[in-house]
């Protein structure tokens, strides 16, 4: 499998299950996707969210009707408690040329990866499924050793445009930004401001 990032506004995302694991589906894409979950019942934590939920029972529900709710769907997620019913809804959103998530049976050709999320940044980290408490642990290692990274990384913006201007050679600008960076000072400056740290980043590499 190969990473990606994907601009999901606008795109529709199928969930299949109103329990806890679709519901933790749905808080992940509703932020940006158009989402619809299909289930008998669905927890009250879906009220409010924002993804339209379709009462419907898929064990009744023929392949036609299955068909219908997957098309012009980006992403189908299984995640019903039933293997089988997952596995089945996988092959109906391939049939629909959809991307497929499954939360238990028969793997998809989607993961749904653990995210780090600043104000600058995002990072999606996976196991594969193989070790679930890892990502969350790079997870708070990465927020407990940089707390500061949002304030770098708009400084590190802030530098680089100055650099175009006062320095002609690009690898010589990538060089001060690695500097700054490996800096344990300039990290510690952060935490006084980001204006006061990045006079203080100038005077030392400019």
Known sequence: MVPLIIDLAGRHVVIFGGGAVGLRKATYFCREAEVTVVSRSFLPEFSGLGARCLEADLSTMDDNALADLL??????????????????????????????NNARGNGGDTL????????????AISTGGASPAV???????????????????????????????????????ATVLRAVLHDPEAWAWLAEGEDKAYERIKERYL
Not at 73 to 99: H, P
Not at 112 to 120: F, M, N, T
Request: no cysteine; proline share 5%; charged share 30%.
């Open 135 to 173: 990502p969350r642990f790079l997870r708070e290692h990465l927020e407990e050793t940089y707390p500061h990274l949002d304030s770098m990384i708009r400084t590190e913006a802030r530098l680089r445009e100055t650099l175009k201007q006062t320095v002609p050679d690009q690898a010589d600008r």
């Open 71 to 100: 098309d012009g769907a980006f992403l189908t997620i299984a995640a019903t408690s039933d293997e089988e019913m997952n596995n089945r809804v996988g092959r109906a959103a391939r049939e629909a040329g959809a991307l497929f």
């Open 112 to 123: 749904i990866p653990s995210v780090v999320r600043g104000e600058e940044y995002l990072l």
